[in-house]
């Protein structure tokens, strides 16, 4: 990674980021799933950090009410490796209610919050709402970087989000046979900062439309949304692993 940063009472900068990441997943069958590893990151100008990931994820149920639960950890110890102590932790709770028995009309919500603990947390470090290639915590009427900078997007130590969506089958691709599916959707989420770098601000609403296209196990997803918040707006394009 090689990023523009602009934080606040700071001069912008330039973040640099190479990782590398080893990990092992356990499916002990089509419901639960396990996985541990370990990633070091080579950083400028924060200092490097090895990172401890344990993720955990049940599927209880897979028919026409589907539902998903996912935890996610991360820790590092500088007595270990790298230079840094920090701990930290997300929790997911997604759900899909099938409306049409030809399945052609679908109603997903999804819930997920996290948080971090540690002495001096680099804000590159912090949770980033918002959409790009790199975000894992889509808040769709906010662009992740503004006019390709980082650090101007909601972020903090602690989240909370929900994704909202009502998807609805409106075509087949011609030669692969792909669905094709209108989407709308609504975004609720709030961040919190310990350390007070960001002003601490209220709670972010963001509407939008998009369009998908289904394969096997990735989804082409093209979005516009809008922040009925704060009036921003963000458009993207990109491919994604299915998550249903």
């Known amino acids: ?46 200092t490097n950090i090895g990172k401890l990931l344990v993720h955990a994820q049940y599927r209880p149920l897979n028919g026409r009410f589907k539902s998903q639960t996912r935890v996610d950890g991360f820790g590092s110890r500088a007595s270990v490796l790298g230079n840094l102590n920090s701990v930290g932790a997300t929790f997911e709770v997604a759900n899909r209610l099938v409306l049409s028995e030809n399945h052609s009309t679908s109603v997903d919500v999804s819930l997920r919050g996290g948080t971090m603990r540690g002495a ?52 087949t691709t011609p030669y692969l046979k792909s669905p094709i599916l209108g989407v709308l959707f609504v975004d609720v989420a709030k961040v919190f900062d310990r350390n007070r770098i960001y002003p601490q601000v209220g709670w972010f609403l963001d509407v939008g439309v998009g369009a998908k296209i289904e394969f096997k196990d990735s989804e082409l997803v093209a979005l516009y949304g809008r922040s009925v918040t704060d009036g921003k707006g963000a458009l993207s394009l990109s491919m994604q692993r299915r998550f249903w």
């Not at 090689?2 to 973040?15: G, K, N, T």
């Not at 499916?27 to 639960?32: A, G, L």
């Open 1 to 46: 990674r090689s990023e523009l940063w602009d934080i606040p009472a700071q001069d912008q900068f330039r973040y640099k980021d190479t990782a590398v990441r080893v990990g092992l997943k356990h499916i002990s069958d089509h419901r639960i799933e396990f996985g541990a590893g370990l990633q070091y990151e080579l950083r400028d100008p924060v």
């Open 120 to 171: 001096h947390v680099p804000v590159e470090d912090y949770f980033i709402l918002g959409v790009d290639n790199e975000t894992d915590y889509p808040l769709r009427g906010h662009p992740a970087a503004v006019g390709g900078i980082y650090g101007k997007s909601p972020m903090g130590t602690d989240f909370i989000r929900a994704n909202n969506d009502i998807e609805r089958r409106v075509a």
